[in-house]
């Protein structure tokens, strides 16, 4: 039962996270998918270094930080979403620099975020 406390709360805390920095990107008049952008790019970062300290170890700390908190910081539905509006808004360039910034980035940022780890 602890491992539902400790992953809900983690994704409460993450969600609100996760809502204020769209909030704050959407006042700066920045593009409607700047908000998802920086939360992929920070969760992606985040999950390699968390996961580099935790990924073989079971515990509350990994349930909180990885299912709960960055499973509801980060979002994939979004990302398909607004990359269906740029499709439709015929915004090609932007769409396929914003799917590349996202996978080669999140990935990149994942990576550093492992090196940044250090060992185990």
């Known amino acids: 039962m602890k ?17 204020s920095i769209s909030y704050a990107a959407m006042a700066a008049a920045s593009p409607f998918f700047m908000g998802t952008l920086i939360v992929n790019m920070l969760g992606a970062f985040i999950a390699g270094l968390v996961l ?15 299912t709960g908190l960055l499973g509801s910081f980060t979002t994939f539905s979004m990302l398909t979403y607004e990359q269906y509006l740029l499709l439709s808004y015929g915004e090609y360039y932007i769409f396929l620099t914003y799917l590349t910034i996202n996978i080669v980035g999140g990935f990149s940022l994942a ?5 940044a780890g250090g060992s185990r």
């Open 52 to 66: 580099r300290k935790y990924h073989a170890r079971e515990g509350h700390l990994r349930d909180f930080l990885i």
């Open 3 to 19: 491992k539902y406390l400790y992953i809900s709360l983690g994704a409460m805390i993450g969600a609100l996270l996760r809502f």
């Open 111 to 115: 990576l550093l975020g492992w090196k």
